[in-house]
């Protein structure tokens, strides 16, 4: 069975997204990953936009600050980028965000999909209630369901707060690469999410984002 994994966060950037399936610690990151058990690439990808917006808020254990979070019930769209992967992928990469070992499914996508079939069904399924612990289904792409992750509460119940620079820095390289935007959008994308606004300046922003291009 093949998932489109969704991401909002610093996984459009697939060289990101390469240490969530081949394991290792990225530069710059705080974090070993373990990796997925199928080490194989996405077989495809493709930008998408998702209604709602993306908030950040907690605190992340891999780049420090606020972490990305998908609430559909956000005014105007989130950028994403979806990756064509099979059932197992989706849930290692999921069980790596919540801190679990790849291969732990219990209580989380269970083998025969029947939580991936609820989320289809209802939109939404709750596989737990820490972050990244809610699964989120926001329609289908060429027959093939489309899914994250995200917290179980939106971000009017959370307080919000913002990232660190290289965490922002790759989500900036992610949405060039993905949604090949020029620097000024990407800069008025990031600066109006939860979190970065009212904590960062625009002109820092959009100068964060200038460093992040350049640097690849």
């Not at 900036?172 to 690469?177: D, Q």
């Not at 984002?209 to 640097?215: E, G, K, S, T, W």
Request: some cysteine; aromatic content about 10%.
């Amino acid at each position: 069975m093949l998932a489109w994994y969704v991401s909002y966060g610093s996984n459009m950037h697939a060289a990101r997204l390469g240490w969530y399936i081949g394991g290792g610690c990225p530069p710059g990151g705080k974090r070993t990953y373990p990796g997925c058990r199928d080490r194989r690439p996405p077989s495809r990808s493709t930008p998408v936009s998702l209604p709602g917006g993306v908030y950040f808020a907690g605190e992340s254990a891999a780049w420090t600050g606020g972490m990305a979070f998908y609430d559909p019930h956000l005014p105007g769209e989130a950028a994403a980028r979806a990756y064509l992967v099979t059932l197992e992928q989706f849930t290692d990469i999921a069980a790596q965000e919540m801190y679990r070992p790849p291969g732990d499914t219990t209580e989380l996508i269970p083998a025969t999909g029947a939580a991936i079939d609820a989320a289809v069904a209802n939109g939404r399924a709750t596989l737990g209630p820490g972050r990244y612990e809610t699964l989120i289904c926001p329609g289908s792409r060429d027959g093939v369901p489309m899914l994250t992750f995200t917290a179980p509460e939106g971000a009017s119940a959370v307080r919000c707060r913002p990232p660190a620079p290289i965490y922002l820095g790759m989500i900036a390289r992610g949405l060039r690469e993905s949604h090949g935007w020029p620097a000024e959008r990407i800069a008025t994308y990031l600066a109006d999410r939860p979190g970065v606004a009212g904590a960062w300046p625009p002109d820092a922003v959009a100068a964060l984002v200038d460093r992040a291009l350049a640097d690849g």
